[in-house]
């Protein structure tokens, strides 16, 4: 995989390269000699390209040439719209049969959230890599304005002038094939322009071998989630952590469960808080996995720590609920002789169980920055108001600069939850502590690099 970024002297150069520079691209006299579509049928009106792709998605590659950085720009819109979940996109970063292809994508109603992103598609599987909206809804018929610029490892969306986001998981291939896609709607392009941009500076990947997979409410995608079966299934996988759930049953027990209802996850009915251990204990928590999982029970945590006894795996306990008793908690992590570190969202809870015993490991879970912050000193600041020794982030919040700074602050940084390989493999290389996964065999497929590049 190769990796960049931009030095003080790299910037000016892009600077006088771009000043310098004329674009390429538009629908001039040549109509499309210069573009392919590999679906759809795409074609010229009153000097915009035009598709239909009422049922289906569309996709067209733009002069054959593979490309590295640059800077694209269009006028798009909607003109009629299919589905309701129709979308245009900017297509970047693409292999030339299409089987690899970057999109940032916009969807009419763009105020909402993750109506405008950064995706790939690889294989009909999709990736999302970072999401936002916008200040406005598109209007049929009206063109808005598109601009994005890919250096390197990051990519950055604007709409209309406005700055929708960065992403920094640009990673699946280091060039490739640029043009438009659309699905489920009649869209028009105009003004389209490329214009490409310096080669980025590599950047070294970092030495890293003793990060933990941790499988999502064990290996949740194989097992029935929250169970000793998933606890035990995720270590077998080759997991060296593994997260699950946990509540408060009526009888004042924790009890691994991640809804706080029974339904979707057992043959009960009812709330975990309203049913004591011995009613949750009778229920069947397997049998909605499949036929040879009939009869798993609901396991309390102390249950749940003694399987951990013994495997060198860390037990990764994420706390749900707010009537959880730190005291309780704090003892029952404190009697089995196992690895272990408490998350949550909830600030007041993590506070509560460092006040008990400020000994156990806690992380604070983050899914997003406060607006106007600068992402990583926002960061450092709540670990510190916390005292905890893990912050546990959404992965798309995360760039190489924001692990190191942390870390250079005896901050782990885990990623959360993320099931590419493309994206584990840079947070890797960027020298990422923990990746909450529901691929506990990933493990066996990352690159570990044992020297400085």
Known sequence: MVHWKFSALGMLSFVLFFIGHASAGGFGKDGLDNWKAVNGDWHLENDQLRIDADDEQATIFYNGANRQNYLIEAEVSFERIVQADCWISIAFRAASDASVVSHFIVKPGATADNSCAFVVRKQDQWSPRRSASSKSDFKIGVARHLRLVVKGEEVTAYLD????????????????????GVYGCRAAFGDFSITDLPESELIQRKKNDDYLIIAHRGYSAKYPENTIAAIKGGIDAGSNGIEFDVHRCASGQIVLMHDYTLE??????????????????????????????????????????KAFENTGATAVIEVK?????????????????????????????????????????CGLLLSRVQEGCDPADWMLEQAEKLKCEVLSVNFQMLSSDIIKKLQKNKIEVWAWTVNDLAVMQALVDWGIDGITTDLPEARKEIIVQHDDL
Not at 161 to 180: E, N
Not at 270 to 296: C, H, I, N, P, S
Request: charged share 35%; net charge neutral.
């Open 161 to 180: 002038g406005d700055k929708l986001f960065t992403s920094h998981y640009c990673v699946d291939r280091p060039s490739g094939l640029v043009g438009f």
């Open 264 to 305: 979707r996850t057992t043959d009960g009915e009812g709330k975990v808080a309203e049913t004591t251990l011995a009613d949750l204990q009778k229920l069947d928590a397997g049998g909605w996995k499949g036929e040879r999982f009939a009869g798993e029970r609901v396991p309390s945590l102390d249950e749940a720590l």
């Open 321 to 361: 609920a707010k009537d959880i008793d730190a005291k309780e908690l704090a003892g029952l992590v404190s009697s089995h002789k196992v690895k272990a570190c408490v998350i949550s969202f909830r600030k007041d809870k993590i506070e509560e169980i460092k006040n008990v015993d400020g000994g156990i490991r």
